[in-house]
C-alpha cells in the first residue's frame, strides 16, 4: 500500500469523512432475488445471474423492461446527507456486466439498451455535484457478460485474461474521463496479475491523482485496505482499512422478500458497527439496494434517517477523528480521539457500574456529557479516572468528550495491531 498517498489532502479527507452511502442498484435490481416466480436464496441477489440463470440470452432481455422512472438522484444525496454521510458510492457495473452508465464499450448498458435511455450515474455525479457530496464509484473487475470472461466460476476469484483486462482499463478510463471527479474507485473480484493490478492502479491516478483505490484491486495496489463483507475488526488496526456492510448481509441489492425487522433495531445495529469500525480505525461503507424502478424503500430510509438524528448529536466523536489511542480494546466499549480530546462510547450495560480510563488524570480539563444533561461522579487521578455510570444509561451508548491539555496523556504501552492479511484485502465469495 503506497504510504506517499497516505500524505496527501485527498487521503486525509478520505479518511476524515469516516461515514459513507453504498448503492447497489443494477439489472439485478428489477428481478428482486426472484426467478420465474421462486425465491433463489442462495448467494446475495445481485449476484442471481450466476446462481439462479446461468443464461445470458434470457437474461439480457430484462434491459428491455428496465425503467429507472423512480430514481431521483437529487433526492439520494439530500438523503445521504441527512443519514450524515460524506460520500455515495455507486455501481457502475457490477459482476453482470450491466453498465450503469453509458458506455462506448458495450451496448449492455443502461442508455442503449433500456426503454428510458437514462443515464443514472451521470445524474448521481451531477447531483453529487450540485450538493458537494462526493462521488465515488463501484467496478467490478470480473464481468459475466463479456466474452472473454466466459465460463465463470462459483467462487467470483477468476483469472482476468488480457483481452478482458484491456476492456476493463477501457472501461476505467472512460468513467474517468467522463463523470467528473470520482472520491473513490472501489474495484471488485477477480483475481489480477501484480501487472494487471498496478497498471490499473497507475491509470486511476494518472486520470484523477486524487481518488482513492480500494484494496480489492489486489497485489497491495491500494489507498486504503477493504475488510471481508460486513467484517468488523477484533482490534484497532494502524493502517487505513475500510468496512463495507449493508443494511442486510445476505444481499446488496434489492430482495424482495427479505426479512427486515424493525427501524429501531436495524438502526442501533448499524450505529453499533459504524461506532466500532471508527473506534478501531476505519472508514464505515453502508450499503442500501434501491428496486427495480430506482425507488430507495421507505424501510432503508428511516433507518438512515435515524442513523443521521443520532449523529446530530454524537457526530463530533465520529468525524475527523482518529481510532482508539489505545493497544487494546476497553472492557467498557469504545474509543476515539480527535487531537487532545479522548471520546468514550460507553455501553448501556454498564449503568450503575465505574468505568476505568487509563490516562494522566492530571492533564484533565474538561468533560462533556454528548448523551444527557447529567453529571457524572468521577475519581481522577494521575494514574486513571474512574467514572461511574448512571444508573439509566442512554438506549445505544453514554459519550463523552474528554479534554486535555496536554496530547500526551494516554497510559499504555501496548502496540496497535497491524496484522498481515488486511493489507491484501479478504474477499467473501
Not at 466474452?147 to 474517468?176: C, F, G, K, W
Not at 488524570?361 to 454528548?370: D, I
Amino acid at each position: 500500500m503506497p504510504a506517499a498517498a497516505q500524505q496527501t489532502e485527498a487521503f486525509r479527507s478520505w479518511h476524515r469523512d469516516k461515514f459513507s452511502l453504498f448503492i447497489h442498484y443494477g439489472l439485478y435490481s428489477e428481478l428482486g432475488g426472484v426467478w420465474q416466480g421462486k425465491p433463489v436464496k442462495d448467494g446475495y441477489s445481485e449476484q442471481i445471474y450466476s446462481f439462479g440463470i446461468r443464461d445470458m440470452s434470457q437474461y439480457e432481455p430484462l434491459a428491455q423492461q428496465f425503467r429507472p422512472d423512480r430514481w431521483n438522484a437529487d433526492a439520494i444525496v439530500a438523503l445521504a446527507k441527512k443519514a450524515g454521510m460524506r460520500s455515495i458510492v455507486f455501481t457502475s457495473k457490477h459482476h453482470d456486466g450491466f453498465c450503469m452508465y453509458h458506455s462506448a464499450e458495450t451496448p449492455f448498458n443502461i442508455v442503449d439498451a433500456t426503454p428510458t435511455r437514462r443515464d443514472v450515474m451521470k445524474e448521481l455525479s451531477d447531483a453529487c455535484r450540485r450538493a458537494g457530496m462526493k462521488f465515488g464509484v463501484y467496478f467490478s473487475l470480473i464481468d459475466w457478460h463479456f466474452p472473454e470472461a466466459t465460463p465463470i466460476s462459483d467462487h467470483n476469484a477468476d483469472l482476468i485474461t488480457p483481452a478482458h483486462h484491456q476492456y476493463n482499463m477501457r472501461q476505467v478510463r472512460e468513467i474517468l474521463t467522463s463523470y467528473g471527479p470520482v472520491s473513490e474507485l472501489w474495484f471488485d473480484m477477480g483475481s489480477l496479475s501484480p501487472e494487471q493490478s498496478e497498471e490499473l492502479y497507475r491509470l486511476v491516478h494518472e486520470l484523477q491523482p486524487d481518488c482513492m483505490v480500494s484494496g480489492r484491486l489486489g497485489n497491495d495496489c491500494a489507498d486504503f485496505a477493504v475488510m471481508g463483507d460486513n467484517e468488523l475488526p477484533t482490534e484497532p488496526i494502524a493502517f487505513p482499512w475500510q468496512t463495507a456492510a449493508s443494511l442486510f448481509p445476505e444481499t446488496w441489492g434489492y430482495r424482495s422478500w427479505q426479512e427486515r425487522g424493525t427501524i429501531a433495531d436495524k438502526a442501533n445495529e448499524k450505529i453499533e458497527e459504524l461506532i466500532r469500525v471508527v473506534c478501531r480505525g476505519g472508514n464505515y461503507l453502508l450499503n442500501i439496494g434501491p428496486e427495480g424502478d430506482g425507488s430507495v424503500l421507505p424501510y432503508e430510509a428511516e433507518v438512515l434517517t435515524t442513523i443521521g438524528e443520532w449523529l446530530a448529536l454524537h457526530g463530533e466523536a465520529i468525524y475527523d477523528t482518529e481510532r482508539s489511542p489505545f493497544g487494546e480494546l476497553m472492557p467498557f466499549g469504545e474509543v476515539s480521539t480527535k487531537d487532545s480530546v479522548l471520546y468514550l462510547f460507553i455501553r448501556p450495560d454498564m449503568a450503575g457500574r465505574e468505568v476505568f480510563v487509563p490516562v494522566n488524570g492530571n492533564y484533565l480539563e474538561e468533560v462533556a456529557n454528548l448523551s444527557t444533561s447529567g453529571t457524572l461522579d468521577m475519581v481522577i487521578r494521575k494514574d486513571g479516572l474512574r467514572i461511574k455510570m448512571p444508573t439509566v444509561m442512554p438506549r445505544r451508548h453514554l459519550v463523552l468528550a474528554l479534554t486535555f491539555s496536554r496530547r500526551d496523556f494516554v497510559l499504555t504501552d501496548k502496540p496497535l495491531a497491524c496484522p498481515l492479511n488486511v493489507a491484501n484485502s479478504t474477499r467473501i465469495y
